[in-house]
């Protein structure tokens, strides 16, 4: 079964600070899809960035953008100038190739508790 | 925008009662999700659905079964509750399809207490 690590439990940045958070993962597919989620204390989940195992490019969103390092199965999560809303739990998650709907699952890092220093 | 609605927020039962949380989504997703949330533990999968009347098991699925009658809703359901699966109860959809990258939009989520 694939894995997913988020071996830091807690992180803290200044603001306006860079803050990388990292995540590995296991599985012997070649084609499969990663997610960054971020959970703030209001608590509904919502999708930060996602990367495509196929593409080289690694991902950008705005502030967020990841380091995908496909041979060392890593994507970490580098949030630039952090604002206090940056403040949240950050999960990173594994989808395998699509062959079936039954691959639809998402697999979850246990997640990372960033705070944001003012 | 994706909505997904739990029904509700806080939920208190007592040990050994039949236990249901309902999940419906307005965007016509094909796959449904029910996860459980819990300190150091992330989020580990309970039931998926990825079309009407079919379900998956996730990793930890004992003492849980689901149901989805209609492509909207995706109802959990507790036959017997009990103390250790007091937890946050979260739901999710996706676009099924090939679309790989089709993130999960989640709702806000049950905080289940069984007593």
């Known amino acids: 079964a694939q894995t997913v690590t988020q071996s830091q439990p807690e992180m803290s940045v200044q603001e306006?600070?860079?803050v990388t958070l990292s995540c590995t993962y296991d599985t012997s597919e070649s084609d499969y899809y990663l997610f960054w989620y971020k959970q703030p204390p209001s608590r509904q989940m919502i999708l930060v960035i996602r990367q495509e195992a196929y593409k080289q490019q690694n991902a950008t969103e705005n502030r967020f953008s990841v380091n995908f390092q496909k041979a060392a199965k890593s994507f970490s999560l580098k949030i630039s100038d952090s604002q206090l809303g940056d403040a949240a739990m950050y999960f990173c998650a594994y989808r395998g190739p699509l062959y079936t709907g039954a691959n639809s699952k998402l697999t979850f890092g246990k997640g990372i508790t960033l705070s944001v220093r003012p | 925008d994706v909505k997904v609605t739990q029904s509700s927020r806080y939920l208190v039962k007592r040990t050994g009662e039949k236990v249901f949380l309902e999940c419906v989504q307005d965007m016509d997703h094909e796959n449904m999700?029910?996860?459980?949330q819990d300190p150091g533990l992330g989020l580990r999968l309970i039931y998926f659905s990825y079309d009407v009347k079919m379900k998956e098991k996730g990793d930890i699925?004992?003492?849980?079964?689901?149901s989805r009658e209609k492509k909207e809703r995706f109802s959990l359901i507790l036959e017997s509750a009990s103390t250790n699966q007091t937890s946050m109860y979260l739901c999710a959809s996706s676009l099924g399809g090939q679309g790989g990258?089709?993130?999960l939009h989640f709702g806000n989520g049950t905080r289940l207490t069984v007593t």
């Open chain 2, 101 to 103: 990258n089709s993130p």
């Open chain 2, 33 to 36: 999700f029910w996860y459980r």
């Open chain 2, 61 to 66: 699925p004992e003492g849980y079964s689901v």
């Open chain 1, 16 to 18: 306006a600070e860079t």
